[in-house]
């Protein structure tokens, strides 16, 4: 069954530093596609950052940056020159064709950037 | 900007009660979902439409029914809605499947007492 799994609950680090966040997934597909999405303070929803699995570069965009370890199924976000607006939950998504391309989510991870 | 709109933004009931949240997407896209999210952030899907045809059906309560006129607009309804409803609903919608991106609405929070 597919699963993506969020370990870290919580990061805390100083504004302006880079910051990996990690995720793991499941998956029996050789397809799939990997999502990074942010929810602030107020709720709102936001896409950051996709993955395809048949791509061996890394996706970026912006200050977000992945790292794509496919043997490990593994794809870490890198968030550079962190600010505070940063600050939010960070979600990780899978979709693939096991799943009738619905997004599996992780449980998210909590990102505090401190002054 | 924001492309994707849901009413109300919050809503209080008593058990029991019938409830019907609204959402509508500015996009022209194909798809639209929604889905829940409790208390611990965890989000997991309810619906989605593609062209008004239902395509996923998570296995949701029976009083948990989606409901749309077009493709730009899916409404929910609970029928009779119990306290572990309580939660808050967002919106979404994508171009397609696949790879698309999803963007979402600014949720509903509902309050069953």
């Known amino acids: 069954a597919q699963k993506v799994t969020q370990t870290q609950t919580s990061i805390s680090v100083m504004e302006k530093t880079t910051v990996t966040m990690d995720c793991v997934y499941e998956?029996?597909?050789?397809?799939?596609?990997l999502f990074w999405y942010k929810q602030t303070a107020s709720g709102e929803i936001v896409f950051l950052i996709r993955q395809d699995s048949y791509k061996k570069e890394n996706a970026t965009e912006g200050h977000y940056s992945l790292n794509f370890q496919k043997p490990k199924s593994s794809i870490g976000l890198i968030i550079t020159a962190t600010q505070i607006e940063d600050s939010a939950v960070y979600f990780c998504?899978?979709?693939?064709?096991?799943?009738?391309?619905?997004?599996?989510w992780g449980s998210g991870t909590k990102l505090i950037i401190k002054p | 900007e924001t492309a994707v709109f849901q009413t109300p933004n919050y809503h209080v009931t008593q058990v029991g009660n019938e409830v019907s949240f609204n959402c509508k997407q500015t996009?022209?896209?194909?798809?639209m979902y929604w889905y829940k999210q409790d208390s611990k952030k965890l989000l997991k899907i309810m619906f989605s439409?593609?062209?008004?045809?239902?395509?996923v059906n998570e296995t949701v309560p029976r009083r948990f029914s989606p409901q749309s006129s077009d493709k730009a607009h899916l409404n929910l309804r609970i029928k009779s809605v119990e306290p572990e409803d309580s939660a808050v609903y967002l919106c979404?919608?994508?171009?397609?499947?696949?790879?698309?991106?999803?963007?979402f609405g600014p949720g509903t929070r509902l309050l069953v007492l």
């Open positions: 979404a919608s994508s171009p397609g499947t696949g790879r698309d991106t999803q963007y």
């Open positions: 998956t029996r597909d050789s397809s799939y596609f």
């Open positions: 998504a899978m979709r693939d064709m096991d799943s009738n391309y619905q997004l599996i």
């Open positions: 996009l022209g896209h194909d798809t």
């Open positions: 439409y593609n062209n008004k045809q239902l395509i």
